[in-house]
């Protein structure tokens, strides 16, 4: 049974850090596809950055050069280290991952396990 976990959420002013972790069990793909989603209120989930299982990283414009994600293969964590926050920052922060190879898409619908969010709030 394949289980996503989050943490690392919370809040923090603007300019400020935080690192996002999710840990990742019952997930035993040679080939994959892990990305962070977030969730504003009112708005669609959008995908943030992607990581294929060979290190092979992607992100979102509006994130590009402020996030970085990551991940621990020896202890099966997903990481996302998030800098520069801005107020347009604040949501719901979400991993998900799916057996793939190629290309990893923003798109939720290529993804097939997800954790259950944990809340990123930036203030001004």
């Known amino acids: 049974q394949v289980q996503l976990l989050e943490s690392g959420g919370g809040s923090v002013q603007a300019g400020g850090s935080l690192k996002l972790s999710c840990a990742v069990s019952g997930y035993d793909y040679i080939y994959y596809c892990m990305g962070w989603f977030r969730q504003a209120p009112g708005n669609k989930r959008e995908g943030v950055a992607t990581?294929?299982?060979?290190?092979?990283?992607n992100y979102t414009a509006s994130v590009k050069g402020r996030f970085t994600i990551s991940q621990d293969n020896a202890n099966n964590t997903l990481y996302l280290q998030m800098n520069s926050l801005t107020p347009e920052d604040t949501a719901a922060y979400y991993c998900?991952?799916?057996?793939?190879?190629?290309?990893?898409?923003?798109?939720?619908?290529?993804?097939?396990?997800w954790g259950q969010g944990t809340q990123v709030t930036v203030s001004s």
């Open positions: 990581i294929d299982s060979d290190g092979n990283t």
């Open positions: 998900a991952a799916v057996p793939a190879s190629g290309v990893c898409f923003f798109s939720e619908q290529h993804y097939n396990y």
